[in-house]
């Protein structure tokens, strides 16, 4: 069964950091890109990051470019995400997922779990 577990939320001041995880298990981790999307109250999913761990190629969303970091380790199963320069725009629950992405855009999200609340205050 296909399980991605995302943790490492919180609340933060603004300017300050948080590095998320995400656990995967139930699949072959180098056959699947995974990518974190983010979901604020009452606002539609919105695309952060993802990752290829295959070759480690990477994408990030204008909104974080610069700020976020995602990075993996194929051994572990596991995914981050460095968070720096946390602004309240930012607070949402995040999400790890199986994605398909390309250079400029997550374009499909196929399993994720139930996602990690990341809160920053003014």
């Given at each position: 069964?296909?399980?991605?577990?995302?943790?490492?939320?919180?609340?933060v001041q603004a300017g300050g950091s948080l590095r998320l995880s995400c656990a995967a298990s139930?699949?072959?981790?180098?056959?699947?890109?995974?990518?974190?999307?983010?979901?604020?109250?009452?606002?539609?999913?919105?695309?952060?990051?993802?990752?290829?761990?295959?070759?480690?190629?990477?994408?990030?969303a204008d909104s974080v470019k610069g700020r976020f970091t995602i990075s993996s380790d194929n051994?572990?199963?596991?995914?981050?995400?460095?968070?720096?320069?946390?602004?309240?725009?930012?607070?949402?629950?995040?999400?790890?997922?199986?994605?398909?992405?390309?250079?400029?855009?997550?374009?499909?999200?196929?399993?994720?779990?139930?996602?990690?609340?990341?809160?920053?205050?003014?």
């Amino acid at each position: 069964e296909v399980q991605l577990q995302a943790s490492g939320g919180g609340l933060v001041q603004a300017g300050g950091s948080l590095r998320l995880s995400c656990a995967a298990s139930g699949f072959r981790f180098d056959d699947y890109v995974i990518g974190w999307f983010r979901q604020a109250p009452g606002k539609e999913r919105e695309e952060v990051s993802c990752i290829d761990p295959s070759d480690g190629s990477t994408y990030y969303a204008d909104s974080v470019k610069g700020r976020f970091t995602i990075s993996s380790d194929n051994g572990k199963k596991t995914v981050w995400l460095q968070m720096n320069s946390l602004e309240p725009e930012d607070t949402a629950v995040y999400y790890c997922a199986t994605v398909l992405c390309d250079d400029d855009r997550i374009y499909q999200y196929d399993y994720w779990g139930q996602g990690t609340l990341v809160t920053v205050s003014s």
